[in-house]
């Protein structure tokens, strides 16, 4: 099941927001730093993250259920899905 986002008006263009945890579980799963989103439009909407070079300094390893409650497509599970 897809996770829908609301479109928001911005000035004279259009924006989505997407929750924090989505950055920093693909920070945490990877140790590297989100530094943008790569979008790629084929007939639906892809996000994917974009890693810096440098590892992001790791300050705690989330529990299994923290992890499962805020993984998303981006890291390879659904939002709120085991």
């Avoid at 929750?19 to 439009?41: D, Y």
Wanted: aromatic content about 2%.
């Amino acid at each position: 099941m897809p996770i829908i986002r609301r479109i928001l008006k911005l000035g004279h263009s259009k924006a989505i927001t997407i929750p924090k945890s989505w950055i920093t579980n693909a920070e945490e799963l990877t140790g590297k730093r989100v530094v943008a989103l790569a979008l790629e439009v084929d007939g639906t909407i892809t996000l994917q993250p974009v890693f810096g070079k440098q590892a992001k300094h790791k300050t705690a390893t989330p529990t299994a259920k923290q992890s499962s409650e805020n993984s998303c497509h981006i890291c390879g599970k659904l939002e709120g899905t085991p």
